[in-house]
């Protein structure tokens, strides 16, 4: 059974950093693309990350500079570092599998609450 | 970056209806669009891939269709459960991965 289950989410005050993890079984996470997918309270969804080697790792202009995606092959597990968080960042966070037959959404965790708030 | 723009906000219907919701892009995504839909508290679930193609365990009430720019989902006979939020995504041209704000199917 396909799993994805993420953890790292919280209160956090403007300009701290958060580290998102996203622990994975049912597959390998090598072998597919892997995205963060986010949706503040309210409202609809946004494309923030995604990676699928060192050198196929693409992120939202939002947070570019900001967030690095990366992940530990050996845990299975995919790890979202924001820095620099603002208000705007507010929002649950999803680790998402892309499908490697027609490379959509198909397998989502069931999200992590970040709040960036004083 | 590619928009994609859903119509109505809010579609309200009765069980046993058919909805028919839209997903218009702002420039060609050729076939490259699904559909997700989302119940409250859950996270979204794939439903449509490429257009038309059912994923797995997806009714066959759940009806994908167009190419382009102009797409729609329908959902013939709807059933209690299929009241949520439906969303387009496009994966034609990427980064960045759009999505559609959304239409609420409510009773």
């Known amino acids: 059974e396909v799993q994805l289950v993420e953890s790292g989410g919280g209160l956090i005050q403007p300009g701290g950093s958060l580290r998102l993890s996203c622990v994975v079984s049912g597959f390998t996470i090598s072998n597919n693309y892997m995205s963060w997918v986010r949706q503040a309270p309210g409202k609809g969804l946004e494309w923030v990350s995604i990676?699928?080697?060192?050198?196929?790792?693409y992120y939202a202009d939002s947070v570019k500079g900001r967030f690095t995606i990366s992940r530990d092959n050996s845990k299975n597990t995919i790890y979202f570092q924001m820095n620099s968080l603002r208000a705007e960042d507010t929002a649950v966070y999803y680790c998402?599998?892309?499908?490697?037959?027609?490379?959509?959404?198909?397998?989502w965790g069931q999200g992590t609450l970040v709040t960036v708030s004083s | 970056e590619i928009v994609l723009t859903q119509s109505p906000d809010t579609l309200s219907l009765s069980p046993g209806e058919t909805a028919t919701l839209s997903c218009r892009a702002s420039q060609s995504v050729s076939g490259y669009l699904a559909w997700y839909q989302q119940k409250l508290g859950q996270a979204p679930r794939l439903l449509i891939y490429?257009?038309?193609n059912r994923a797995i365990d997806i009714p066959s009430r759940f009806r994908g269709s167009g190419f382009g720019t102009d797409f729609s989902l329908t959902i013939s006979n709807v059933e209690p459960e299929d009241f949520a939020i439906y969303f387009c995504q496009q994966r034609s041209n990427w980064p960045p991965f759009t999505f559609g704000q959304g239409t609420k199917v409510e009773i």
């Open positions: 998402v599998r892309s499908s490697n037959i027609h490379y959509y959404f198909d397998s």
């Open positions: 490429d257009t038309s």
């Open positions: 990676f699928y080697d060192s050198s196929t790792t």
